[in-house]
């Protein structure tokens, strides 16, 4: 397959969807596909109703990739756990808005603690919810399905909303990563970077016994520009 690259947007595999009893394998392979990051999905069993993965899986996966590490926290309380993400190797951290009531506090520490600072926010959330805290952001995660799991639908109604946060970021001044999560693959990829998307986390579309990582990863960098 030949690449087509598109310099001006990023790729982060999930690896939620990746096998487990491989998943060096599958990040080194994601790497020498000219992955851009590395997403980590932390789920709690409460802000959500899965449970995955903690600060040991972050730590083993900076010990296979100089990738920059993006860690998705869907955890309750994300204050009380940031500097153990930090000291895992996390290289930014998004914590949804949703899940804290100091939020501008959380915010502070993930700076304070030498990583990107990122917020994430589900469909039903409106983009006004982050008009307060936009100087602080380096990232906006948009998620594009519920969060939770991985596999599901992309909600096209979320398509505005990411158009809305790209003008906010761009009348912030500052340069801002509007990250897009859930149901991205070759189908969605093009409406969410027409939308203002500049970094695609995708799972089930890099991660599948269907074809390899490269393909994966491949298919996704064409998309855009079809
Ligand atoms: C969902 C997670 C996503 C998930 C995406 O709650 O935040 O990162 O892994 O998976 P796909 O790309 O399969 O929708
Ligand atoms: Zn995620």
Redesign the pocket.
Known sequence: MEEVPNNNILIAP?I??ADFTRLGEHIREAEAAGCDLI?I?VMDGRF?PNITMGPVVVEAVRRVTALPLDV?L?IVEPERHLSAFAAAGADRISVHIEASPNLHRALQTIRELGCGVGVAINPHTPASALSEIMPLLDVILVMT?N??????TFLPETLPKIRQLRAMAAASGRAMDIEV????NVETAAAVVEAGANVL?????VFTSRYSVQEGVYALRQSPGN
């Open positions: 999930s939620l969807s997403h999905d959500v998705h869907m399905v969060p939770g799991f991985g596999g599901q999560d859930g149901g991205i986390i995708a799972g089930s579309a």
